[in-house]
């Protein structure tokens, strides 16, 4: 085949065929069978929704029918494009209640906006469906943790090793960069060279200073992906020795998942996705359980709609800031685009010296080590855009 019949070729899949769809290709064997795979969800008119397309989807509601198309899709298009499928199948056309039934969860590709919709289905979910939705969430957590977990243990040892900074470190364990930073005014031009009259010093691993890290989630609706992801950090952070990590879920009420972040697919079933949203309250509860202030990092991950008292909240991140707390707040911690947000809190946080930005889970372990660091996590914000996401290195 050409490359001008392979453009066609994939366009009639696009387009889905009909009498306006203008590519004359006709199709057979396994294009047949995903074009047919693509129509039961998408109807003929496969344009996305929201850009013009009317969407006609044949695909039936039945978990026999429903679990035979997920069969085909799994064999004609790859996991990246099934993610999709599954998610626009869920969404556009009601089959959440589907999940419900064990057959089915069987048939899906895991991912974590499925966790997030099994989640959010949890107190409805029959006794007979429960086990296998534990094991799907399982699997999807394990591989995330696989990805993310040894990444996340060396970024935040370094961090660790280099706070705990020594002001007569042996050769060997002189940080040269900042030395050379805090000995710049003696400069001798002369001889151009720099006098270090104060040596600064990586810390051994022995005399790594201990920390405390509170990871506050917002568990509404629309932050699902976040609390799955930050469930599986706060596992990783409790597994370190040299930091105490607390993990607090809250709506318009406050839950503490401490006592289960041994694992984290507990955590996950102990959220309860949706409801509204008192930030101020989850901060009040963190801010009580704060005992060492300069030593502790407060991770605010919420898109800052907040339905408690907005004044009081904003008083609460001024005060632990003014205790030597670190506040981190993140609005998303996902791999998806620029989350919707709150613009007004975002901006009056920035202006507390607490600006709110957006993070991908990859990112995740090197904005911990800069607040363990106690370095600038970004330059500037403006009120209503995402600031930058890269921690500063000094």
């Known amino acids: 085949m050409n490359a001008m019949d392979e453009r066609l070729r994939r366009w009639r899949l696009v387009l889905g065929g009909g009498a306006a769809e203008g590519t004359g290709v006709s199709l057979g064997g396994k294009d047949a069978a995903m074009d047919h795979a693509l129509d039961g969800l998408y109807g003929n008119g496969r344009r996305p929704a929201g850009r013009g397309g009317d969407r006609s989807a ?131 031009p002369q001889y151009r060279t720099v006098v270090p009259e104060r040596l600064i010093g990586y810390g ?88 060492r202030p300069a030593d502790t990092v407060v991770v605010l991950i919420s898109d800052l709609y907040e339905g408690g008292i907005r004044d009081e909240m904003l008083k609460r991140v001024a005060a632990m800031k003014a205790s030597g707390v670190q506040f981190v707040a993140l609005l998303a911690l996902s791999d998806e685009g620029a989350p919707s947000y709150d613009h007004e809190h975002a901006a009056a946080l920035a202006d507390l010296g607490a600006p709110a930005f957006a993070c991908t889970p990859d990112l995740f372990p090197e904005v911990m080590a800069a607040a363990i660091e106690k370095r600038p996590l970004v330059s500037s914000v403006t009120p209503g855009d995402l600031p930058d996401t890269l921690p500063a290195r000094p």
């Not at 995330?144 to 243990?153: H, S, W």
Request: charged fraction near 25%; charge should be neutral; proline fraction near 3%.
């Open 58 to 188: 044949g695909l039936g509601a039945s978990a026999p029918s429903v679990a035979r198309w997920l069969g085909d899709i799994r064999t004609y298009f790859p996991s990246s494009v099934v993610q999709v499928m599954q998610r626009d199948a869920i969404e556009r056309l009601g089959l959440s209640a589907l999940l419900l039934e064990p057959e089915m969860l069987e048939a899906v590709e895991a991912d974590v906006h499925l966790v997030g919709t099994l989640l959010s289905l949890n107190k409805a979910m029959p006794e007979t469906t429960r086990e296998t939705a534990r094991a799907v969430v399982r699997k999807v957590v394990e591989d995330l943790e696989k990805r993310l977990a040894a990444r996340t243990r060396a970024t935040l040892t370094g961090a660790l090793d280099r706070s705990a900074r020594i002001s007569r470190p042996r050769h060997r364990d002189i940080d040269w960069d900042r030395t050379i930073r805090a000995n710049l005014k003696n400069y001798l």
């Open 204 to 291: 051994r691993a022995s005399q790594s200073v201990r920390k405390d890290v509170i990871l506050c989630i917002d568990q509404s609706g629309s932050m699902a992906s976040s609390v799955v992801y930050a469930s599986v950090f706060g596992a990783v952070l409790a597994s370190m020795r040299s930091i105490t990590t607390r993990l607090v879920v809250f709506d318009t009420a406050v839950v503490d998942l401490t006592e289960q972040l041994d694992d984290p697919v507990d955590v996950l079933f102990g959220t309860q996705l949706g409801g509204g949203t008192d930030i101020n309250r989850a901060l009040a509860y963190c801010q009580s359980q704060i005992s």
